[in-house]
């Protein structure tokens, strides 16, 4: 059996065009969302709702923006980290830059959309 230590998801922090929408501050909090249906996640300081992990590199509950804080980049991806703090299975802040195994996820209206737009792709 191959334990994987960390995945990505397709869970962002909303850091776009668009993000400024008073329903979506502080987008620490308020603006995580799934990409792959477009839908928004509950606020992180709603632990029951979630799976954010109570610990992380620096010892606080997550989403902790860690790397930025010393002096990398903002952590918008939504990782899930398996005991990587001897914190169990959950999810984490990561900066997107890192390269890590992740879950392809299919959406009707996501493949309607590539193939709208390219229209010599076959899906």
């Keep these: 059996m191959i334990q994987q230590k960390y995945i990505w998801t397709s869970g962002r922090l909303c850091d776009f065009k668009g993000c400024d929408r008073p329903d979506l501050q502080p987008t620490n909090i308020n603006g995580w969302f799934w990409t792959a249906e477009l839908q928004k996640l509950a606020p992180t300081t709603v632990r029951n709702q979630?799976?954010?992990?109570?610990?992380g590199g620096i010892g606080k509950p997550q989403p902790d923006n860690r790397e930025l804080i010393q002096?990398?980049?903002?952590?918008?991806?939504?990782?899930?980290?398996?005991?990587f703090y001897d914190d169990?299975?959950?999810w984490h802040d990561?900066?997107?830059?890192?390269v890590k195994?992740?879950?392809c996820e299919e959406?009707?209206?996501l493949l309607k959309y590539v193939?709208?737009?390219n229209p010599n792709l076959r899906i």
Excluded: F, M, T
């Design 115 to 117: 193939k709208y737009s």
């Design 71 to 83: 002096g990398g980049a903002s952590e918008n991806c939504l990782a899930i980290l398996n005991n």
């Design 94 to 98: 990561v900066a997107c830059h890192h």
């Design 50 to 55: 979630n799976d954010w992990s109570e610990g």
């Design 88 to 90: 169990g299975v959950h």
């Design 101 to 103: 195994p992740w879950v």
């Design 107 to 109: 959406n009707d209206a």
